[in-house]
């Protein structure tokens, strides 16, 4: 529970009982993918225990969570789903370790370094397809199986575009569309099926669902940021990692506007030096407070309660964080 | 369709106008592979229009079509889940050829070796989301996805229980599980899942299902027999590929019943001359024909029709085939 704590921390408009209520509801989460990820195949399940661990927010259960209060509430339910969304999530940072060949992801080292890419790949797939089957047609509409499968397509081109745009000038627009497909699709979903399985109207589902897509944006363009940080140890995985990989992500984006052509002949300590010379970090702040501000004025149109403040207080948190 | 019509050759006890009929349908299958498989990101349709290609037999789609002929048969829907099937396999082909560091596949450059390595992590998840999230909920049973989803974590788990067990002994029932998972498992839902969604009864669906396990079971040895096979040329892809990669298939697990201790200090000519020496071919053979025998007589309980014929002669090619 640790990681989450450290999220949590920031909620500080949330009362002491939604938390302790949260927290509770996120170690059922974590308990289901637990169960749910027994395997036969004992390798598996070590990965699966491995990769809970190194998660440190739980962030796409925590939407869940929090967007199925709007409705009529049913824990059984909602942590079954939160579960299957977070084991798809965990899914795709095993198979993007593969790319990246990343050694250290969360302070630890990554599946494939650990275990191997035979099992990166598998694992990956199993948990992939665990996610969506654990979703049993009786309980769940089977609607928000194919959005979930949806999502996992959408991650897929994104992740494509942006390998496939390494050390070359990225337009905003295509930023935002690798953002929206790698991250903000899956914030959304995460929000709308809560919603959605607790009996909230189609209208509040969506606008939940879109609340979901905007701080999925900010988050990610602060994620993007963060990888700038000089603190490594803070930020919980290696940093300069974008940089070093070329991907041109929102500050190198915004330091070179306009001049695309210059980008391939600039040294990663150039590129450094641009950043920060034209405020490539601030201008990507002001992106990202925008997705924030629109995520805000939704929030205050949706009813009064406990959990519109805790669903407020998150989406600070997450715009101010520093991991 | 020249591979297919390599595979239709052998089909003798079949009317051409099924023949013909086949081919029709498979053709649409493709055709529903390519609509489905479009992306926005121009690089997946590349490389499933190549792994379209390389497929040599579209196997699955027929064991579908054929099994929804034994009940009302509706083109439109089969064809779509035969597709989806499809494109789960071809997901799962192109992430072994990242495990396996495979360069040819059916005679062509596999997706890792062509497109790279990140292109076939996301290309085999896109396609296997994909296969899922076509199936909707309103035109098909949501257990047939989760059924589809399930076949895809016992390949997964077979893969990995093959490859934890390299260059060590495997016992013939553990050598069963794998065959069973990766490819009877699938086989078993292709069959299933037509015919249920022909309205099929529970009861011949079932069984159905069952000719679909033991075909796969039988297939799946013989496939492992082919790679003994001195004819690359032949058999489409390198031979001798498992014996190289430590996979101690059941030539090798016969030649060596109750002497385990020894595989290890086997090269791999030498392990060749046991095979020979102890008939480790001719006696894996003799256990397919024990499953195409039993498929056999399960086909022979089945309501008469030109479909059933066509069912059996294809057990029989599945059996004698030399590639």
Redesign the interface.
Known sequence: MENYMALTVQLNHVTPEIQQALQVELEKVRQTIQHFSK???S??KEIVNDVIDLNGKMLRPTLTILSAHFGEYDSEKVVKLAASIEMLHMA?LI?DD??DDSKLRRNKESTQSKYG???A??????L???S??ML??KEY???H??KL??A??L???S???Q??SKFKYMTVKNYLRVVSGKTAALFAVSMYAGASESNCSEGLSKQLGKIGYELGVAFQIIDDILDYSDDQELVGKSTRNDLKKGYYTLPVIYAFQGESEKVLNHSEAELMKLVEKNNGIEKARVLARKYTKRAFKRIDSLPEGNYKEALESLAKALLDRKY
Not at 121 to 126: K, L, N, P, R, S
């Open positions: 395997s036969k195949f390798g598996i795709t198979h593969i790319i890419k035979d099992m790949v598998y694992a990956g797939d199993y992939l397809s665990k969506l089957s049993n047609g509409d089977a609607d199986m194919i499968a949806k996992i397509e991650i897929c081109e992740e494509l575009l390998f496939h």
